[in-house]
């Protein structure tokens, strides 16, 4: 079975400057996929961002990007220039290829200082 | 463009009675998700549909939980009898079946059993 784990209970940043969630997972299946929601205080799950195992260049979606290091099996979250509104859960998620389940890590509350 | 709808936000019911939760997919997925999130237990996934079809029922806590999927732009979640332990957060969320099948979630219903 897949496992994903953030270490990161919480995390502080200063607004304007860039920060790393971690995530590491664990699987022997060769196709899979890594995501990233963000939920903030108001409860929604926003979908950020996606990584395939396959995928040869660290997806990129505006501030956000990802620091895939497969053989370390990790997916890191980046987001640069930190904005207040950034202020929340963040979850790393795993699906196996073809498409299916998430399986979530613990998350991890992120709070942008002013 | 509408996202994925859930029906009614919040739900408070007393132990024993009966509760059905609503989904109305994003037009064009073919995969619809139930998900339930608490403090103790994190995200975890219910039941999923492919093209209206359960796939995994395996994360369905007891048989008082069914999911139902008429059709492709309907599904019910339901908990008969409920108990105060089924108080959460429950997410449906749907997504394609093809490509990096992000899957984008709803709103959310807070359930509160008393």
């Known amino acids: 079975a897949q496992k994903i784990t953030q270490t990161q209970p919480g995390m502080f940043v200063q607004e304007k400057e860039a920060v790393t969630l971690d995530c590491t997972y664990d699987?022997?299946?060769?196709?899979?996929?890594l995501f990233w929601y963000k939920q903030p205080s108001s409860g929604e799950m926003i979908f950020l961002i996606y990584?395939?195992?396959?995928?040869?260049q660290n997806a990129t979606e505006g501030r956000y990007s990802l620091n895939f290091q497969k053989a370390r099996k990790s997916a890191n979250l980046v987001i640069s220039a930190s904005q207040l509104g950034d202020s929340a859960m963040y979850f790393c998620a795993f699906s196996p290829g073809g498409g299916s389940r998430l399986t979530f890590g613990e998350g991890t509350q992120l709070t942008v200082n002013p | 463009d509408a996202g994925v709808i859930q029906s009614p936000r919040h739900e408070v019911t007393e132990m024993g009675q009966e509760v059905t939760l609503r989904c109305k997919p994003i037009?064009?997925?073919?995969?619809l998700f139930w998900y339930r999130q608490t403090m103790m237990r994190g995200l975890e996934l219910l039941i999923y549909f492919n093209n209206n079809v359960p796939i995994d029922d395996s994360g369905m806590p007891e048989d008082r939980f069914s999911a139902k999927m008429p059709n492709a732009s309907f599904s019910t979640l339901k908990i008969q009898p409920s108990e105060p332990r089924d108080s959460a957060v429950y997410f449906c969320?749907?997504?394609?079946?093809?490509?990096?099948?992000?899957?984008?979630f709803g709103p959310g219903t807070r359930l509160t059993v008393t």
């Open positions: 699987t022997s299946d060769p196709s899979y996929g």
């Open positions: 990584q395939g195992s396959y995928d040869q």
């Open positions: 037009s064009g997925h073919n995969s």
């Open positions: 969320a749907s997504s394609l079946l093809a490509g990096s099948n992000e899957q984008y």
